[in-house]
């Protein structure tokens, strides 16, 4: 059983930033690939970024390539978002995710545990 428990979302303006964190319990954490999608009202949940199990690549959606970087550390079982240049469209409820294999997937069907969520609201 893994839990994933999400932290570090808020209200910021247009251009600034925020570093979601993902906490994770279970001693699978370092084996698997992580993610972050995000799923904003009305909309489908949308793939983010991803990493690869030792940390050694990354994946990112076009809409935040160059904004937003993905890490991990596996000693403190957390996996990390930092994102810059926040833009009104990235307002989304941000989930994190554990992928089903080591390495890093675009695809929700992928995944089998997900965090609760951290609301991320960019404000124009």
């Known amino acids: 059983q893994v839990q994933l428990v999400e932290s570090g979302g808020g209200l910021v303006q247009a251009g600034g930033s925020l570093r979601l964190s993902c906490a994770a319990s279970g001693r699978t954490f370092s084996s698997g690939g992580m993610g972050w999608f995000r799923q904003a009202p009305g909309k489908e949940r949308e793939f983010v970024a991803a990493i690869r199990w030792s940390g050694g690549n990354t994946y990112y959606a076009d809409s935040v390539k160059g904004r937003f970087t993905i890490s991990r550390d596996n000693a403190k079982n957390t996996v990390y978002l930092q994102m810059n240049s926040l833009k009104p469209e990235d307002t989304a409820v941000y989930y994190c995710?554990?992928?089903?294999?080591?390495?890093?997937?675009?695809?929700?069907?992928?995944?089998?545990?997900w965090g609760q969520g951290t609301q991320v609201t960019v404000s124009s």
């Open positions: 995710a554990r992928g089903l294999s080591p390495f890093g997937s675009r695809r929700t069907l992928d995944y089998d545990y």
